[in-house]
């Protein structure tokens, strides 16, 4: 089954660079079964040069299943090697490019969002890419460079080069993330094309990925910062998009045991230096706690699992909770 064929509205972990890699996929995994986890961006030009932290950064684990890589890259070529080694290598559930990172960085290398003002190199790099897999290509992608009516030709071209899915982020590049994103007019590309289109941005609880789904009739959403600290957050959006209840946030003391859990799967997976990596994502998990400055300041510091623990101690102590086993 391919990965959009899976149960509607489909849940999705957006691609973050620096945020999913595969500890942070694998928590959201233990949390719900059935999210579809996009991997970081990769380098498809790193890929091909056989650079040893980009493929360790590809590799997957079997739990994180159904797992999308996505790739950037500019040249059609070097975009489907990428891709054929990807798919051969390390066997992901489907392959994602990059159409949409708006970060000068991309955009100044061809790559990103640049791409959208480029159809024809667009096209030729699906083309590519879809006839060196076998698996099933989708492409991440924004409104347009400026204007937000760009998507409706530019979704056009993506499906006639053979794209199985599209992600649209509803917001141009220009906007980067200001602004609020219009699902109204990812609603406007979804009629254009027959394939699945999945709606992204600024959806962070129930009730905004009620109103994304409904004002865009997307096949599905994609989270991404409203995952950050919120690992939770797709399971809980299932159950009220399935029974219309919010089990609201969860508590202080299982917010401090999936941190702690987060930071196993880091220690497991880069060693004890995973900790120093850990550090973006721990000020996330504090956001509504009281006097969360304070512990933030002191998780920015963290090195080890005993300076992590020691904190963990602290806030129950001050919060008058027993975390128990």
């Not at 790193?46 to 996505?70: F, G, H, K, Y």
């Not at 699906?126 to 409706?152: C, F, Y």
């Not at 993506?158 to 993330?177: C, F, I, N, P, S």
């Not at 962070?204 to 995952?227: F, M, N, Q, V, Y």
Request: proline share 5%; with cysteine.
């Amino acid at each position: 089954m391919k990965w959009f064929e899976t149960a509607k509205p489909l849940l999705c972990l957006s691609p973050m660079a620096d945020f999913t890699d595969r500890p942070f996929c694998r928590l959201v995994r233990e949390l719900d079964n059935q999210t579809v986890l996009f991997r970081e961006m990769l380098a498809a030009e790193a890929l091909v040069r056989a650079n040893q932290r980009t493929l360790m950064m590809a590799d997957l684990d079997e739990i994180e299943r159904p797992v999308v890589q996505q790739l950037f890259g500019s040249d059609p070529e070097r975009m489907a090697q990428a891709a054929e080694l990807v798919e051969r290598q390390f066997k992901p559930d489907g392959i994602d490019i990059n159409m949409g990172c708006p970060v000068y960085k991309a955009v100044s290398n061809f790559n990103g969002a640049s791409l959208m003002r480029e159809p024809e190199r667009a096209a030729a790099i699906v083309k590519s890419v879809k006839n060196a897999i076998s698996i099933p290509l989708s492409v991440k992608t924004r409104l347009g460079w400026s204007k937000p009516d760009e998507i409706l030709e530019f979704i056009k071209v993506l499906d006639a080069a053979g794209a199985d899915a599209v992600e649209v982020h509803g917001r141009t590049k220009t906007q980067a993330y200001a602004g609020q994103a219009d699902w109204e007019a990812v609603g406007q590309a979804v009629k254009e094309v027959s394939i699945p289109v999945l709606v992204n941005g600024d959806i962070t609880d129930p009730e905004s990925a009620k109103s994304a789904l409904d004002k865009s009739a997307a096949a599905g959403i994609l989270i991404a910062r409203g995952a950050l600290g919120r690992p939770w957050v797709f399971k809980r959006i299932r159950e009220y998009l399935e029974t219309g209840k919010d089990s609201g946030e969860p508590g202080i003391e299982e917010r401090l045991k999936i941190m702690r859990r987060h930071a196993q799967l880091q220690v497991e997976h880069y060693g004890e230096n995973g900790l120093i990596q850990l550090r973006k994502h721990l000020p996330w998990y504090f956001k509504g706690i009281p006097a969360f400055r304070q512990y933030r300041a002191a998780a920015v510091r963290i090195s080890t699992i005993d300076q992590l623990d020691a904190l963990i101690d602290e806030i129950a102590a001050n919060e008058k909770i027993a975390l128990g086993e």
